[in-house]
């Protein structure tokens, strides 16, 4: 496949849910995207790769309005978030993991729970049995102080979390850094689930080999702006792709 093939691939026929165009964002005056345009359809699973300091990170915080909007236009349900605080953008429907301090140390296991539904007049519990159905051992570690958890679990925790609200999209970065390798198959199955069960993905990930194998639409990020978008598959075929930024 050639470089131009991936990158001029077509975006899905139902943009659906979440688009993003010519999106200038970065942090204060440091301007760190430059004209990025992403989609996520409804119930898909994007993932977004690409070389240290691509900016990946950053169109994910964009998205939940963690950044410094420049210019461009982030919809989301066919409503402008661009400007947006991420305390109204979680009514509309995006739940957002951060890759690092996604949960409260000092808060037992089902108070951080509770706590991913705080915008709601009253805690639903049968959310939390549902969450704690997809993740078994945080039942188990339920009256248990989230920093005393393993780092898997920790994670299990944070995704739980999110999914209180019920999200359309869930938001997830890098959520298998720092995980030992026996373990980051288990997080990618789970959230394979949760996408099976509905929820869009939008997942930024360093293992960008499994991530694009198992994702249904991938983009390649570099310097802050688009490269290349496929489905995941093709990514994974493309020889320029493989070669400078899968490691071969």
């Known amino acids: 496949m050639s470089d131009a093939a991936a990158s001029t691939a077509s975006r899905p026929e139902d943009p659906g849910i979440l688009s993003v165009r010519d999106l200038d964002a970065g942090y204060d005056e440091l301007q760190v995207l430059s004209g990025v345009d992403?989609?996520?359809?409804?119930?898909?699973?994007?993932?977004?790769?690409?070389?240290?300091?691509?900016?990946?990170?950053?169109?994910?915080?964009?998205?939940?309005?963690?950044?410094?909007?420049?210019?461009?236009?982030?919809?989301?349900?066919?409503?402008?978030?661009?400007?947006?605080q991420p305390e109204e953008?979680?009514?509309?429907?995006?739940?957002?993991?951060?890759?690092?301090?996604n949960v409260f140390p000092s808060l037992s296991v089902r108070e951080n729970l509770e706590m991913g539904a705080f915008?709601?007049?009253?805690?639903?519990?049968?959310?939390?049995?549902?969450?704690?159905?997809?993740?078994?051992?945080?039942?188990?570690?339920?009256?248990?102080?989230?920093?005393?958890l393993s780092g898997g679990q920790r994670q299990m925790l944070a995704m739980g979390r999110a999914l209180m609200l019920d999200p359309e999209l869930l938001l997830l970065d890098e959520p298998s850094a720092g995980l030992a390798p026996d373990l980051v198959d288990e997080l990618f199955d789970r959230i394979d689930a949760i996408n099976e069960d509905g929820t869009a993905v939008m997942l930024v990930e360093?293992?960008?080999?499994?991530?694009?194998?198992?994702?249904?639409?991938g983009y390649v990020l570099v310097q802050g702006e688009n490269r290349f978008?496929?489905?995941?598959?093709?990514?994974l075929a493309d020889t320029t792709v493989r070669k400078e930024f899968l490691g071969g």
Request: hydrophobic share 35%; charged share 25%.
């Open 38 to 84: 992403l989609d996520v359809a409804r119930g898909e699973y994007v993932t977004i790769v690409g070389p240290n300091g691509a900016g990946k990170s950053t169109v994910m915080k964009s998205v939940f309005g963690l950044t410094t909007y420049f210019d461009g236009s982030v919809t989301f349900d066919d409503r402008s978030i661009a400007q947006q």
């Open 89 to 101: 953008i979680i009514h509309h429907g995006i739940s957002y993991v951060p890759q690092t301090g």
């Open 119 to 148: 915008i709601l007049e009253d805690v639903p519990e049968q959310q939390i049995e549902t969450i704690f159905d997809r993740f078994p051992i945080l039942r188990e570690r339920q009256s248990q102080a989230a920093g005393t």
């Open 206 to 217: 360093q293992n960008a080999t499994e991530a694009l194998r198992r994702c249904d639409r």
């Open 229 to 235: 978008m496929d489905d995941g598959e093709t990514l």
